[in-house]
């Protein structure tokens, strides 16, 4: 038997949404939260509602309707969350009164999401808002779940009418979803069907948080804002591009999920591919959600597919072992905490792919993810091909590709290398930068990824999500490498945490010519600080 549900914050009696006022309200709604007891929530969901409140940017009175299964009450709760606040949000030190006029918006729903009788919680919790708010209010449904759990979810909500996929006046309900989207295609295919049997794809927003990142919305801004770079973004003038995630934390507290997982589907599948999608995309005719995701589907489906013997020659993987990242020892990843000693999961993948069009035909696409790396950084670099001449003898020494490499995390910025002459008599050559960094050009502070999101779920703007036929484009690819690999008596091997990866990985390269630009590479003048 399970616990019985029960609500805690709202109803008669407590002064609770007491700023709702519909007039000022554009757009009322509730944010409705699954999954409110779990990590995503405590580091970023809530985190962000704070900032976003603090910059005045929610509807008024936003009610929080937060259901998790773990025990305890509101009270704890709300500390809880508190305490995320205070140590993740980008507005901080914590507001107390702003912090408490937030809690007093927030609602638990204490019980299990396989019970009918916590949506019938939910339901009692949305008629006391209707009421409270002076009418029918809009609905943002946050799945911050497992994905197992989404169908059951979503089946609930729709039976119990808490969903209709007709907007009638100003109550809406729109569904965001947490990545990863499924396990592999058929399963991505599974959880699309049913999503769009129960709403219209209008009101799913699939997240990936690395299209929320500012740097990210930047590489449409910079290909097409400037007339300068487009006419070169093709493959007769670059000559390869590359794309690093690289962490330097490890599985921090998630090995549950992530053993399961591995980096092929927590990063790869989603966060590198939607920058890839957005570096080697046609120009949209307009940046509307549909314009948009039409050409990044596009890219991925001219993904060129790769048979076992090709994933084996050009997919790496790896696993961290015991080393040292930022002069503190650390632990393999089969040490950790809930990680099987035996487990063959990886935490690194390095790839090159190519993007069989008009554009791109021949040019090398490698990417790469892996945590326990030497650093975290997250960079696209492009790189030209060479000048087809060079009339300077035996002066050329100093003479590299140019090189423009977009940093999208940290000390976020652009970079262009060339070569310039060193001043002097003779002639000497040497690589020099010309820099644009976000924090010296702009003074006002960006805002969190999962900020922009929820804000754009709540106003409608499905931009900055994936679509259905997008993310399975992307498994589509993704896959044949899942499978291969489940079919190998070998797992992946392992490197020393601290490196930039298993030694496979530069091999990848290397028989092209080519190198992974690294940041602490001193030998490389283009490479970001
Ligand atoms: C998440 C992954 O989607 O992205 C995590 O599940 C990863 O494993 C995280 O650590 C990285 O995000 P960011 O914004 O810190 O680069």
């Known amino acids: 038997m399970s616990e019985p549900v029960r609500t805690e914050g709202l109803m008669p009696g407590r002064d609770w949404c007491p700023t709702v006022d519909t007039a000022r309200c554009e757009n009322p709604a509730a944010f409705v939260l699954f999954g409110a007891t779990g990590d995503l929530t405590w580091r970023k969901l809530i985190p962000a509602i704070y900032s976003l409140t603090a910059d005045d940017l929610l509807p008024c009175g936003l009610p929080i309707v937060c259901i998790g299964r773990r025990a305890g009450a509101l009270g704890e709760l709300t500390e809880w969350l508190r305490e995320g606040v205070a140590r993740f949000a980008r507005k901080r030190p914590v507001d107390d009164a702003l912090w408490k006029q937030i809690a007093s918006r927030i609602q638990y729903v204490h019980g299990d999401l396989e019970d009918p009788a916590t949506y019938d919680a939910i339901g009692e919790v949305f008629q006391w808002a ?61 959880l699309n069907r049913l999503v769009t049997g129960l709403l219209s794809e209008e009101q ?47 599985v921090e507290g998630r090995a549950g999920f992530y053993d399961a997982a591995g980096a092929l589907r927590d990063v790869v599948q989603n966060h590198v591919l939607e920058m890839l999608a957005l570096v080697a995309m046609e120009p949209p005719v307009a940046m509307d959600p549909d314009a948009l995701r039409d050409e990044k589907l596009k890219v991925l489906r001219s993904l060129r597919p790769l048979s076992p013997e090709e994933i084996d020659l050009s997919v790496v993987r790896g696993q961290y072992g015991p080393g040292t990242v930022g002069g503190e020892e650390v632990f393999g990843y089969r040490q950790e905490p809930r990680v099987p000693a035996d487990s063959r999961t990886e935490t690194f993948v390095a790839m090159r792919v190519h993007i069989d069009n008009w554009r791109w035909g021949g040019v090398p696409f490698y990417l790469r993810a892996g945590k326990r790396l030497r650093r975290r950084e997250t960079e696209i670099v492009v790189a030209f091909k060479p000048a087809p001449h060079l ?9 590299r590709e140019n090189r423009l ?38 003074t006002h502070e960006p805002p969190e990824a999962y900020e922009r999101l929820i804000l754009d779920a709540l106003t409608g703007d499905r931009t900055l999500f994936a679509r259905g036929d997008g993310v399975e484009a992307s498994w589509r690819f993704i896959t044949p490498i899942l499978r291969h690999w489940e079919s190998c008596a070998d797992g992946p091997p392992e490197y020393p945490s601290g490196s930039w990866g298993p030694p496979e990985a530069d091999r990848l390269l290397q028989w092209t010519g080519h190198r992974w630009q690294n940041p602490d590479d001193e030998a490389d003048a283009c490479r970001c600080s």
């Open 130 to 190: 209707d009421q409270h708010c002076g009418g029918p209010i809009g609905r943002l449904f946050y799945l911050a779940t497992p994905p197992e759990i989404f169908g059951t979810v979503f089946e609930q909500l729709k039976a119990r009418g808490l969903v209709t996929s007709e907007a009638t006046g100003e109550r809406w309900s729109r569904v965001v979803v947490e990545k990863p989207f499924g396990r592999d295609l058929p399963s991505a295919r599974e």
């Open 204 to 250: 799913v927003y699939r997240m990936d948080h690395y299209l929320g990142k500012e740097t990210v919305q930047n590489l449409a801004v910079l290909r097409f804002a400037n007339s300068i770079f487009e006419p070169l973004w093709n493959e007769r003038h670059i000559d390869h591009v590359q794309i690093t995630m690289a962490e330097s934390v490890g």
């Open 391 to 399: 009339v300077f003898g035996g002066r050329r020494q100093g003479v």
């Open 405 to 442: 490499t977009i940093r999208i995390q940290p000390n976020e910025g652009i970079r262009l290398c060339f070569a310039a002459k060193q001043p002097g008599p003779g002639l000497q050559i040497e690589p020099v930068p010309m820099e644009f960094y976000y924090a010296r050009a702009f």
